[in-house]
């Protein structure tokens, strides 16, 4: 089925339009990075998840309203059983034209199982977390991930032709001396690398005033050593890139704390239980699973993402200090999705 764009864009008070949608497929993750859950996390009920159909829908309902971009996140998007199956039916929308981009961020473990099948449903481009290359490190920092397995689903991911984006958390004493080596290791393998600042989302095991690095400092540091150039490049996400003339390959740096980019903000995000945040630094949240299961027909569901924009705000409130206080949104990361 083509869907026929006609329906109006989605553009919210500030008059930003909404042409980027993340889904997190699933809560659930085989990791458990430090600073994005507690090891003794606890996962939705598979009863409260959506089905890969429903879920098909919903983003069906997006892109009739313009959304050209979709990123599926988690969790880990490719633990969620036969999510394959969901993104051979989504691409139906980039042969129709009507999305430009399907795309997914992952932790990389399971890659070499469906590298291959994601290139043939018109998957270009991965983004996958890597915060270390020192394998004790990552040990460390994800608990039971394995690096070489990762490294290995990296290579496969290049092998079947996907462009593959590491995005690698700053984090203070843990692997800020070893950036530069990630940006070499990144652009001698024809990748991009993005830093990202440490967000406050979610309760955690341990306090993260102490790993927040500011990316103003890492840039700093960095210029000490190599050669920026800023590029006005835009993928449609957050980042804003420099090329490293030493290297010839692209760094990007998403600084939601010492950079605020919510003025451009082009997206909006879906969780597994069909929840819209229309902000990841926001508790207000919109529920689109009752008019999705309401009628068989849209329109209650297009009503409720209409309102749902309305309301989106503009921008977050993040800080992180030595006040101890809660984390700005209680929610975590594996909710949304990043
Ligand atoms: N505060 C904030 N952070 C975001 C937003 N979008 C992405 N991020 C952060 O950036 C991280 C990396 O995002 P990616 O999943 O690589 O997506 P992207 O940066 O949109 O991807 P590209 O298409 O490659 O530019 C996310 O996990 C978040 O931590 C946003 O809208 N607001
Ligand atoms: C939540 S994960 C979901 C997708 C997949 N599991 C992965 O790790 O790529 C998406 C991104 O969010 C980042 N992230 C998680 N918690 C974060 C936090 N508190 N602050 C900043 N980024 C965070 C991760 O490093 C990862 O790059
Ligand atoms: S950052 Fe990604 S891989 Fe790490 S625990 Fe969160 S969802 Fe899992
Ligand atoms: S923090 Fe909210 S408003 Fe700012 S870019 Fe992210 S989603 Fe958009």
């Not at 042409?19 to 939705?44: G, I, K, N, P």
């Not at 932790?107 to 199982?113: E, H, V």
């Not at 449609?236 to 451009?264: D, K, M, Q």
């Not at 309102?307 to 409130?317: Q, T, V």
């Amino acid at each position: 089925m083509t869907l026929t764009t006609t329906q109006p864009s989605l553009i919210d008070p500030f008059g930003r339009t909404i042409s980027y949608l993340r889904v997190s497929v699933t809560d659930r993750c085989d990791f458990r990075c430090v600073y994005c859950m507690a090891e003794d996390m606890t996962f939705l009920p598979k009863r409260d998840l959506l089905t890969l159909e429903e879920l098909d829908r919903l983003c069906s309902a997006f892109i009739a309203r313009g959304v050209k971009k979709l990123r599926l996140t988690g969790g880990e998007p490719l633990v969620r059983k036969n999510l394959m199956s969901l993104i051979e039916g989504l691409s139906r929308h980039l042969m129709s034209g009507d999305l430009e981009e399907l795309t997914l961020t992952t932790n990389g473990s399971q890659l070499r199982q469906h590298a291959q099948a994601l290139y043939q449903h018109g998957v270009r481009r991965v983004n996958v977390s890597l915060d270390t290359l020192d394998a004790d490190k990552f040990k460390a920092i994800t608990r039971w991930g394995d690096f070489d397995r990762v490294m290995d689903g990296i290579q496969a991911a290049q092998d079947a032709g996907l462009k593959v984006k590491l995005n690698a958390v700053a984090l203070r004493g843990f692997n800020e001396d070893e950036i530069p080596s990630m940006i070499a290791f990144a652009h001698e393998r024809d990748m991009d690398l993005t830093l990202i600042e440490t967000m406050p989302l979610g309760d955690i095991d341990g306090d993260r005033t102490d790993q927040y690095l500011p990316l103003s400092q890492v840039r700093k540091g960095l210029e000490g050593a190599f050669t920026l150039t800023d590029l006005p490049d835009q993928t449609g996400g957050p980042a804003r890139y420099v090329r490293i003339e030493e290297t010839g390959g692209r760094l990007g740096f998403i600084t939601p704390l010492t950079h605020n980019f919510c003025e451009s903000c082009n997206r909006v995000r879906v969780t597994c239980t069909g929840t819209l945040y229309m902000c990841l630094g926001q508790d207000d949240a919109a529920d689109l699973r009752e008019p999705l299961r309401a009628s068989e027909g849209d329109e209650l569901l297009q009503r409720a993402i209409d309102e749902a924009i309305g309301r989106k705000p503009k921008g977050h409130d993040f800080v992180i200090d030595r006040t101890g206080q809660a984390p700005a949104v209680a929610r975590h990361m594996s909710m949304t999705g990043g």
